[in-house]
């Protein structure tokens, strides 16, 4: 991919004065990807170039590269969109903004920044409603020739970034391409066209259904986990009691803490959000809208299913549908009776491969070094991993994108691939999700998100790893989905607030780096390159 991506390396000024994305999106998409004359008329040649390369290949090995099985169909890059809602100087937030900093995500849009909350009226004076709210006016910002950009939104206070966005947007159409599938297969085809039903954007999942009761819809009604029935062992999906009663299940519920989609899904679900947020001033977390609209998304498939089956499903189920039944009949006609489409293409991550909620799985997880052969045998054994698929290994697509550390030779940086960097996975799943979420409250547990802080590969490199993400020019971050897939924002060093205006990382972060850097070296200011 390499020399493809080459073509789209742009220099980029920092800190230039208007803010045009935020005014003109549409301009704005336009100059940024679509520059030059010169660029666009080596797109065709490369990208012939690209296609014989692939077939080449084919002809001369027998089997394709997996690039072959998604070739690159529309030439027009797509944008990956990083929102993180938060609203005021937090060391948590600036833990976020470093990360995704060093592994190359782009810029984040810091939405709700400066506000405050404090309506006596609304749950946590306001905050829940404002994170709704706030995103949901950056998608609405959007034109509709950006409904299949990539919006990853994380929250502000609790989340760390571990992999790559090339092995996060991997993952992200890998999940829905086989969510497609099981759809298809559970729905049938005919229900699935007549219904325009894709999956589209992916929540993480959790193993306690909250904060409903167990007879809700966003609890009963949602899909089984596709992962192993035995992969917590003999008492996977049952309570263990104790300290960890959820220990042994396996995710099956919404967590809103991360979520990935399309700009145009995205839209359509949080206009929704929106409105029953407004219905219900106490609604509580946003969390429950979400999960809410879930389980009535599955309800509505139901019903759907029902009203829509082909002929032929009719004559080959008319014995025995096991669906028929699973929803309650109180629970359809309630969604019957909303009359409007209660599908938005909501899936869940289950294996925790974008995001893991460290929430009831404080006893799961391990930050592994894959290079250290007897440490990863040993665990092996000792979990009594012996199924291939959930073998602790260095998984392929994190191992393929550029090495954690690499030295430009005056940098005192030791290169390391990586197998060699501690990286912070689910052992039971064997899965290292991209994204660390710090929600496990346990036993005073939040405080992991400072014990543990140096743990994370680039912490005790995170300011020289700032400087070299500061040297380095903006690339392509990954093709998937049939698509390029390129930075939002052109510009570095800093995040975006509502309106679009550029904050260097100084004015949203000043104060933290003792905490951030650990190194006593003061402030972290981003230089100006040419
Ligand atoms: C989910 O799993 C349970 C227990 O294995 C099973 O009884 C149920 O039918 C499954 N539900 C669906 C929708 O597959
Ligand atoms: C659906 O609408 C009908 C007619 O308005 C009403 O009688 C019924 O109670 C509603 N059912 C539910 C579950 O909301
Ligand atoms: C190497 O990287 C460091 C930190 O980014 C920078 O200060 C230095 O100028 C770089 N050296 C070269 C030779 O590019």
């Given at each position: 991919?390499?020399n493809?991506?080459?073509?789209?390396?742009?220099?980029?000024?920092?800190?230039?004065?208007?803010?045009?994305?935020a005014?003109?999106?549409?301009?704005?998409?336009?100059?940024?990807?679509?520059?030059?004359?010169?660029?666009?008329?080596?797109?065709p040649?490369l990208?012939?170039?690209?296609?014989?390369?692939?077939?080449?290949?084919?002809?001369?090995?027998?089997?394709?590269?997996?690039m072959?099985?998604?070739?690159?169909?529309?030439?027009?890059?797509?944008?990956?969109?990083?929102?993180?809602?938060?609203?005021g100087?937090?060391?948590?937030?600036?833990?976020?903004?470093?990360?995704?900093?060093?592994?190359?995500?782009?810029?984040?849009?810091?939405?709700?920044?400066?506000?405050?909350f404090?309506?006596?009226?609304?749950?946590?004076?306001?905050?829940?409603?404002?994170?709704?709210?706030?995103?949901?006016?950056?998608?609405?910002?959007?034109?509709?020739?950006?409904?299949?950009?990539?919006?990853?939104?994380?929250?502000?206070?609790?989340?760390?970034?571990?992999?790559?966005?090339?092995?996060?947007?991997?993952?992200?159409?890998?999940?829905?391409r086989?969510?497609?599938?099981?759809?298809?297969?559970?729905?049938?085809?005919?229900?699935?066209s007549?219904?325009?039903?894709?999956?589209?954007?992916?929540f993480?999942?959790?193993?306690?259904?909250w904060?409903?009761?167990?007879?809700?819809?966003?609890?009963?009604?949602v899909?089984?986990?596709t992962?192993?029935?035995?992969?917590?062992?003999?008492?996977?999906?049952?309570?263990?009691?104790?300290?960890?009663?959820?220990l042994k299940?396996?995710?099956?519920?919404?967590?809103?803490?991360?979520?990935?989609?399309?700009a145009?899904?995205?839209?359509?679900?949080?206009?929704?959000?929106?409105?029953?947020?407004?219905?219900?001033p106490n609604?509580?977390?946003?969390?429950?809208?979400f999960?809410s609209?879930?389980?009535?998304?599955?309800?509505?498939?139901?019903?759907?299913r029902?009203?829509?089956?082909?002929w032929?499903?009719?004559?080959?189920?008319?014995?025995?549908?096991?669906?028929?039944?699973?929803?309650?009949e109180?629970d359809?006609?309630?969604?019957?009776?909303?009359?409007?489409?209660m599908?938005?293409?909501?899936g869940?991550d289950?294996e925790g491969?974008i995001?893991l909620p460290?929430?009831?799985?404080?006893?799961?997880?391990?930050?592994?070094?894959f290079?250290?052969?007897?440490?990863?045998?040993?665990y092996?054994?000792?979990?009594?991993?012996?199924?291939?698929q959930?073998?602790?290994?260095?998984?392929?697509d994190?191992?393929?994108?550029?090495?954690?550390f690499?030295?430009?030779?005056?940098d005192?940086?030791?290169?390391?691939?990586?197998a060699?960097?501690?990286?912070?996975?689910n052992?039971?799943?064997?899965?290292?999700?991209?994204?660390?979420?710090?929600n496990?409250?346990?036993?005073?547990?939040?405080?992991?998100?400072?014990?543990?802080?140096?743990?994370?590969?680039?912490?005790?490199?995170?300011?020289?790893?700032?400087?070299?993400?500061?040297?380095?020019?903006?690339?392509?971050?990954?093709?998937?989905g049939?698509?390029?897939?390129?930075?939002s924002?052109?510009?570095?060093?800093?995040?975006?607030?509502?309106v679009?205006?550029?904050l260097?990382?100084?004015?949203?972060?000043?104060?933290?780096?003792?905490?951030?850097?650990?190194?006593?070296?003061?402030?972290?200011?981003?230089?100006?390159?040419?």
């Amino acid at each position: 991919m390499t020399n493809y991506n080459t073509m789209y390396e742009k220099k980029h000024d920092l800190l230039p004065q208007s803010p045009r994305w935020a005014q003109e999106p549409a301009f704005y998409h336009i100059r940024t990807y679509s520059s030059t004359r010169a660029r666009a008329a080596r797109l065709p040649a490369l990208i012939a170039a690209f296609i014989f390369a692939s077939i080449t290949f084919v002809f001369f090995t027998g089997t394709g590269p997996d690039m072959s099985s998604t070739p690159v169909t529309q030439t027009v890059p797509g944008n990956v969109h990083l929102l993180i809602p938060a609203s005021g100087k937090d060391e948590n937030l600036c833990k976020a903004i470093v990360g995704a900093a060093v592994l190359g995500y782009p810029s984040p849009k810091v939405l709700n920044w400066g506000k405050t909350f404090n309506d006596a009226h609304l749950v946590s004076g306001g905050s829940h409603i404002a994170k709704i709210s706030g995103v949901s006016s950056y998608l609405e910002s959007l034109s509709p020739e950006q409904d299949e950009d990539l919006i990853i939104m994380t929250d502000g206070y609790d989340t760390w970034f571990q992999l790559r966005p090339e092995t996060l947007i991997e993952r992200y159409f890998d999940i829905n391409r086989r969510a497609n599938e099981r759809i298809r297969r559970e729905l049938g085809d005919h229900v699935v066209s007549t219904n325009k039903i894709e999956q589209k954007i992916v929540f993480s999942a959790q193993k306690r259904c909250w904060p409903w009761a167990a007879d809700a819809a966003p609890c009963y009604a949602v899909p089984n986990s596709t992962l192993p029935e035995d992969i917590f062992g003999p008492d996977t999906d049952t309570d263990v009691g104790d300290r960890n009663p959820y220990l042994k299940f396996r995710p099956r519920y919404l967590n809103s803490g991360v979520v990935v989609g399309t700009a145009g899904a995205m839209r359509v679900m949080f206009t929704e959000a929106l409105n029953r947020a407004k219905k219900d001033p106490n609604f509580g977390s946003d969390q429950n809208i979400f999960g809410s609209i879930f389980g009535d998304q599955e309800v509505y498939r139901e019903v759907v299913r029902q009203r829509d089956m082909s002929w032929t499903d009719h004559i080959s189920l008319r014995s025995e549908d096991p669906r028929r039944g699973s929803i309650r009949e109180q629970d359809l006609e309630a969604v019957r009776n909303m009359t409007r489409s209660m599908e938005f293409g909501i899936g869940l991550d289950y294996e925790g491969s974008i995001s893991l909620p460290t929430v009831f799985s404080e006893d799961d997880t391990e930050w592994v070094n894959f290079d250290n052969t007897p440490w990863v045998d040993f665990y092996n054994v000792k979990r009594n991993i012996d199924k291939s698929q959930n073998k602790l290994v260095l998984h392929q697509d994190i191992a393929k994108t550029p090495a954690p550390f690499h030295s430009n030779g005056t940098d005192d940086l030791e290169a390391k691939e990586w197998a060699q960097v501690p990286l912070f996975t689910n052992v039971p799943t064997g899965y290292t999700p991209a994204i660390i979420h710090h929600n496990a409250h346990r036993d005073g547990m939040k405080n992991l998100r400072r014990k543990v802080w140096d743990k994370i590969w680039f912490q005790p490199y995170a300011r020289v790893l700032m400087d070299q993400y500061m040297d380095t020019p903006l690339t392509t971050l990954a093709v998937a989905g049939g698509r390029q897939w390129r930075n939002s924002d052109e510009w570095k060093g800093g995040v975006r607030d509502d309106v679009g205006a550029w904050l260097p990382y100084q004015d949203v972060c000043g104060g933290t780096e003792d905490e951030v850097f650990r190194d006593g070296n003061g402030p972290w200011i981003a230089q100006a390159h040419a």
